[in-house]
């Protein structure tokens, strides 16, 4: 009998843990199909942003009441993200390609930070065909009387006016920037989120120092960065009620294993693909089948969990205690 890697993640029944993410890789039918044979489990879409949407909007109401070539100066405005993202009318129809030629899962996203208007194209997506939404919430609070309460708010506003619009389930990616974590992924989940990706990686931009102007800068992930992930989903696991899945650093086998133990119900990978080819998927999936064969486990399900902080035999490990003993463990090696 044959080891089985089938899990479950925002209610959706995956034949492996393997999510391929938002990356150009998941943007064309194509890209989409050979993800597939390589062994990705779902997909999710790169994000259309609120920008682009709340822009493109704009520009319609504009060409109703004047000519065309009138609007060229105000798209010049706009950042152009032709090589990453498509036009909406055209992402809606690679939701219903897909839908059509792919027996995984396609996950939409939607990347914003404010409720408005533009959250109406969840219902779009969902009317498309895809299997659930992914939230991907980008909030940068610039002013210092911008209060936790407000930030926090605004966030789970943003999740309810989503999650009321759609019946697919919906995962918000958050990043790990929050005065109690654990408080305020509860409130998200009171808010409409079915599932939690941890973690969202801000992109931070550098500095040009020839002309001295701050520069878009993307740098992929590593797997030291998963740690956190890691930490988190062992806590929270077993306080709330939501699927996980863990990202950011899901480079190697060990990482797809690891985020299974503290409670992940999927992984997603974008990084190691972008590196290593859609072909990673296959030594992904395989490598994670021999670990289990290795280890005498017959399933995902076993594993998955069994390392989380209500679980695992030193939970201390997740606190302080870890940070000291991590401190003078390198101290003594000098």
């Not at 879409?45 to 009441?65: C, N």
């Not at 405005?77 to 055209?90: A, E, L, V």
């Not at 966030?155 to 305020?184: M, R």
């Not at 072909?279 to 021999?290: M, W």
Request: charged share 20%; with cysteine; net charge negative.
């Amino acid at each position: 009998m044959g080891i089985d890697l089938s899990t479950t993640y925002l209610g959706l029944k995956l034949d492996s843990p393997l999510i391929a993410s938002a990356s150009p890789l998941t943007g064309d039918i194509e890209s989409l199909q050979k993800l597939e044979q390589a062994g990705a489990s779902a997909a999710v879409l790169p994000s259309l942003f609120e920008e682009q949407i709340e822009h493109e909007r704009a520009e319609m109401e504009r060409l109703e009441e004047f000519q065309a070539d009138s609007i060229a100066e105000s798209l010049s405005f706009f950042p152009q993200i032709d090589h990453y993202n498509i036009s909406i009318d055209r992402y809606l129809k690679l939701i219903a390609e897909a839908n059509l030629n792919l027996k995984m899962p396609v996950i939409a996203s939607l990347n914003g930070a404010t409720p408005g208007g533009w959250v109406r194209y969840a219902k779009s997506m969902e009317q498309a065909g895809a299997a659930a939404l992914e939230l991907n919430i980008y909030f940068i609070p610039m002013e210092s009387d911008a209060n936790a309460d407000e930030v926090e708010n605004q966030y789970c506003d943003l999740i309810d006016a989503v999650s009321e619009s759609v019946h697919i389930p919906v995962g918000v990616k958050v990043g790990p920037y929050f005065t109690s974590l654990p408080n305020v992924v509860h409130r998200f989940v009171q808010a409409g989120a079915d599932g939690l990706v941890l973690f969202n990686r801000y992109l931070a931009p550098d500095i040009d120092l020839e002309s001295l102007t701050f520069e878009p800068a993307l740098q992929l992930s590593s797997p030291e960065e998963l740690r956190v992930a890691l930490r988190w989903i062992a806590i929270l696991r077993d306080q709330v009620d939501a699927s996980f899945c863990a990202t950011g650093g899901v480079h190697r086998v060990a990482d797809v294993v690891k985020s299974l133990l503290v409670g992940s119900d999927a992984v997603m990978v974008a990084s190691s693909l972008l590196q290593c080819g859609r072909s990673h998927l296959t030594e992904l999936r395989t490598g994670l089948e021999s670990w289990l064969k290795e280890h005498e486990y017959e399933s995902v399900e076993q594993i998955k969990g069994s390392m989380s902080m209500k679980n695992c035999s030193n939970p201390e490990g997740l606190n302080r205690a870890n940070y000291m003993k991590a401190l003078t463990s390198y101290t003594r090696s000098l």
